[in-house]
């Protein structure tokens, strides 16, 4: 059926590089996307790929999309303690328009 | 920007209470979605809603029902609330198919239940 797996938990240290991986079973997915959860918030959208794209990049975000291999990754450049939060990856399968996917969620913690 | 709100962001309730959640939204969204959330599961659909009266199941209904009255109110109904549906629940809404931003969900800021 289909699935959205992603590592539970990431650290890393302030000024470094994050990258959060995650893996989709839905190879005719259309949208992938990049969620950003904060402390007591609900959802925020960060960033989406089309899936004819290979990469896609926002100021200090970067997502790659590996097609053959259904994985997607969100880089964040440049770590700031702000960006501690919960992030899902959530694919849109075809034919089903309304029922995203959504991934187990990353916790990111950044440290000083 | 499209708003979602969500009425309760805190609900305490006892075993075998109903209890109501509202969601409303701002932006004439066709489509509107009542979620799940529990630690290490990630989001689970529960129902969603394409038009006004109408309404599907997700992945997870049992226990739940939901009312689409108006377009912009999307209330989900826990008849007779259990301890295992204490969790988060989001709210989120979308445009139809084929119209701009049809491809973003929104979300509300949640409303958390502890069912005692």
């Known amino acids: 059926g289909e699935d959205v797996e992603q590592s539970l938990f990431l650290s890393v240290r302030e000024g470094d590089s994050s990258v959060i991986n995650c893996t989709y079973t839905?190879?005719?997915?259309?949208?992938l996307y990049w969620y950003k959860q904060e402390p007591g918030a609900g959802l925020q959208l960060l960033t989406y790929?089309?899936?004819?794209?290979d990469m896609k990049q926002d100021q200090r975000l970067t997502v790659l999309l590996n097609k053959k291999d259904k994985h997607l990754s969100l880089r964040i450049a440049d770590t700031q303690t702000g960006d501690s939060a919960i992030y899902f990856c959530?694919?849109?399968?075809?034919?089903?328009?309304?029922?995203?996917?959504f991934g187990a969620g990353t916790r990111l913690a950044v440290h000083p | 920007d499209v708003k979602v709100t969500q009425s309760s962001r805190y609900l305490v309730k006892r075993t075998g209470e109903k209890v109501f959640l509202e969601c409303v939204q701002d932006?004439?969204?066709?489509?509107m979605f009542w979620y799940r959330q529990d630690p290490g599961l990630g989001l689970r659909l529960i129902y969603f809603s394409y038009d006004v009266k109408m309404k599907e199941k997700g992945d997870i209904p049992e226990g739940y029902s939901v009312s689409r009255e108006k377009k912009e109110r999307f209330s989900l109904i826990l008849e007779s609330a259990s301890t295992n549906q204490t969790s988060m629940y989001l709210c989120?809404?979308?445009?139809?198919?084929?119209?701009?931003?049809?491809?973003?969900?929104?979300f509300g800021a949640g409303s958390r239940l502890t069912v005692l």
């Open positions: 959530a694919e849109n399968p075809s034919g089903g328009y309304n029922k995203l996917i």
């Open positions: 790929i089309f899936s004819n794209m």
């Open positions: 839905d190879s005719s997915s259309t949208y």
């Open positions: 989120a809404s979308r445009p139809g198919q084929g119209n701009s931003g049809a491809n973003v969900l929104t």
């Open positions: 932006m004439d969204h066709e489509n």
